[in-house]
């Protein structure tokens, strides 16, 4: 039976989380890919370039929702693009390991407790797991009209001007369907495939 | 020549919505291999269960509608410019109804230009006039995720032990699988190219995937090597999703093109489980698709 995990999530429930765990997520959320990563890692954490036009009060409006919260590797369709009342279509998981060198830093800075995504992430991920504590979520990549489904709402959108896929959009889901892959003890089902498979690969090209 | 644009655009809402059926049987097939109770077969639940949602909704089956790569083959008399202006106006109209995600990015700016259409590359379109009076238009959606794990190996190999034959092609393969592992959303399908150039190659090995997922090669040694590829792949036990589990590939699809004698390449288009390709076919006033 799959887990109910509420957001934002305690320190206690994350660290009851394992590998392999179903999980069903509810509450509010963000999505950040690429653009949102390196925006956040550049402008707020190594400070290698100046915040600009609404880029503090951006900031200031995710740092709650981070704060216990997580962040959904996802670039939706989005209908209603022209009214402005808008609705995800389709909300699969992006590949998280483009994340991998900015995450760890997102989850330490904000106290975000995970990251939803597909793929895996690496080894300075997993480190910040056990250090914030967090745990990597892994949605199927794909099951965009299904994970659709679980977006109640779209609270609203922050910087559109990333395009669609790449913006903060702020969704309220209810029974988010996704499974623990890499959790607060040192796990990684991601580690353990690579490891297994590697042997295999070496058995078959020796 | 007749305006075709309504056309294309259900054409591109057949294909982001509506899972090909041999596509859809393969998923199927390698549900039941995995054991109940497993995280590979809730994986390939979900993957069935939204598939069917999205045929009953039309709506894109993945948020990722990838690169649209059209291959059109067109009779005499057609005028592929008039063509392109028709495909370009049908996949802006989709954006604008959410069958596809705007996609195309300017690279130096990262500006989304917000209705799929990009310099003459974006979408991209692939034309070859042909013998007749159908038209053809085959459309393959490619997600970024799976765009991303293909590979091009250049012969010989020494790290992988790959030399200048079948058996360096088996290598090279098996070793773009591993390093793929779930992050091409497996399980998937491999379009592989062996010869051409850097470029050729890598458009032999999208059409490959063109092929219907249960045909058999005619060359009956690529044919072997085609289901040896796919059972060994298999073996590594990535599994759907990178899970773990007994479907990583769903089908190897090999070409062979010719090359020049200082070159060997090998070239692997990873097809996510979301593959997307369907065809449109005009017949006079006849449109049909499949």
New interface residues.
Partial sequence: MPVQVNLPISDDVIRSLQVGDSVLLSGVMITGRDAVHKWLVDTFIKKTRPPAGDDLAVYEAIRPLLNGGVIYHCGPVVAGLDTKEYRFVAAGPTTSIREEPYQGDVFRHFNAKGAIGKGGMGPKTLQACQEVPAVYFHAIGGAAALIAESVKRVLGVYKLDFGVPEAIWVIEVKDFPAVVTMDAHGNSLHETVRRQSKAVLDQLIP | MRDLTSELLELVRFTSTNLPPDVEKALRAAYEREAPGS?AR??LE??L??VE??RR?S???????GTPIFFVRYPEGYSPRRLREQIKAAVAEATKK?Y????A?DSLS???T?NNLGDEHFPTIHFEETDGDTLTVELMLK???CE?VGAQYSLPDNT??AGRDLEGV??AV??AV?KA???G?APGFLGVSIGGDRGSSYVASKEALLRPVDDTNPDPELAALENRLTQ?AN?????P????GEASVLGTKITATHRLPASFFVTISYM???YRRRKMIVTGDQVTYE
Avoid: H, Y
Wanted: proline letters at 4%; aromatic letters at 6%.
């Fill in positions: 995280a809730g994986a979900t993957i269960k939204n949602m999205t909704n709506t894109p089956i993945c948020q990722d509608t959410s596809l995600r705007p996609n990015v990262g500006k989304n917000g997600g970024g995720g991303n992988l032990k088996r290598r098996l070793d591993w592992q779930g992050e959303c060994e073996q590594l036990g990535i599994g999703m990178g899970f773990g996510c489980w979301a």
